[in-house]
């Protein structure tokens, strides 16, 4: 009887082992809160101070300020916060001492490049396209694209304080849309079948951000028309 309770008990835990080094794979994205909680349940508060991060080196995030009062984007190892300042101008400030309700982030040490077919011109080409080529890959994933944007449209959001939110349509009360023309820029995307309304919207694989090359304007992205700006894709190498 002993035997067979320690036979079992091996067995429990070689799987056990099994299991958690399937989990610990490279680039595993970390999801933080959930967007239909700040959408329908209005839980505009911090879930994750970014300065916690243990690991800065080579990472990425995407994601709203607390009370959603802004836009988070960390590239590189460097963070980004983007707040309105008029209908026109934006601030953007490197800073880690932010918070967000929701936010997913990732390290990529390295990166697989290729060139972004001439054919793939919009979001909704995009995600088809990035859909079709990583039928194969770990999902879900972070992927970032570089070069000359010739037009897009972001935005901030910038909910009046002291709003109470139970729909989208007054998450975005406030918000404030900009456009983007023939500048060089850099999109960190978040990609996944299975997170929308949790870290994309219903309608979408996709949540991006879009910061110029100057750092002087970062959003979330809405609409691209890339053009014929020589843009280079990134996914993260297996």
Same mark, same amino acid.
């Given at each position: 009887?002993?035997?067979?309770?320690?036979?079992?008990? !091996?067995?429990?835990?070689?799987?056990?082992?099994?299991?958690?080094?399937?989990?610990?794979?490279?680039?595993?994205?970390?999801?933080?809160?959930?967007?239909?909680?700040?959408?329908?349940?209005?839980?505009?508060?911090?879930?994750?101070?970014?300065?916690?991060?243990?690991?800065?080196?080579?990472?990425?995030?995407?994601?709203?300020?607390?009370?959603?009062?802004?836009?988070?984007?960390?590239?590189?190892?460097?963070?980004?916060?983007?707040?309105?300042?008029?209908?026109?101008?934006?601030?953007?400030?490197?800073?880690?001492?932010?918070?967000?309700?929701?936010?997913?982030?990732?390290?990529?040490?390295?990166?697989?490049?290729?060139?972004?077919?001439?054919?793939?011109?919009?979001?909704?080409?995009?995600?088809?396209?990035?859909?079709? !080529?990583?039928?194969?890959?770990?999902?879900?994933?972070?992927?970032?694209?570089?070069?000359?944007?010739?037009?897009?449209?972001?935005?901030?959001?910038?909910?009046?304080?002291?709003?109470?939110?139970?729909?989208?349509?007054?998450?975005?009360?406030?918000?404030?849309?900009?456009?983007?023309?023939?500048?060089?820029?850099?999109?960190?995307?978040?990609?996944?079948?299975?997170?929308?309304?949790?870290?994309?919207?219903?309608?979408?694989?996709?949540?991006?951000?879009?910061?110029?090359?100057?750092?002087?304007?970062?959003?979330?992205?809405?609409?691209?028309?890339?053009?014929?700006?020589?843009?280079?894709?990134?996914?993260?190498?297996?």
């Amino acid at each position: 009887m002993k035997n067979i309770i320690l036979i079992n008990s !091996i067995i429990i835990l070689l799987i056990t082992s099994c299991n958690t080094n399937t989990k610990l794979t490279k680039n595993d994205i970390k999801i933080i809160g959930e967007m239909k909680n700040v959408m329908w349940k209005g839980q505009l508060y911090g879930s994750i101070n970014l300065d916690t991060i243990a690991n800065k080196e080579n990472l990425y995030g995407l994601g709203p300020v607390e009370y959603l009062s802004g836009e988070l984007m960390v590239f590189d190892g460097k963070a980004y916060k983007s707040t309105v300042l008029t209908p026109t101008t934006m601030k953007v400030e490197e800073t880690y001492k932010t918070k967000a309700p929701f936010f997913g982030y990732v390290n990529i040490n390295k990166w697989k490049e290729q060139d972004l077919p001439d054919s793939i011109q919009s979001i909704s080409q995009l995600e088809t396209y990035l859909d079709k !080529i990583t039928k194969s890959v770990k999902r879900p994933f972070m992927f970032k694209l570089s070069g000359v944007v010739e037009t897009a449209k972001i935005h901030i959001v910038n909910l009046p304080k002291g709003s109470k939110v139970s729909s989208p349509d007054e998450a975005h009360q406030g918000q404030i849309n900009y456009d983007i023309i023939n500048q060089q820029a850099d999109i960190l995307g978040f990609f996944s079948t299975e997170h929308k309304a949790i870290f994309t919207h219903h309608d979408t694989f996709l949540h991006m951000h879009l910061l110029t090359k100057d750092k002087t304007k970062m959003g979330h992205l809405d609409n691209v028309f890339f053009g014929n700006g020589n843009i280079k894709l990134y996914l993260p190498e297996k």
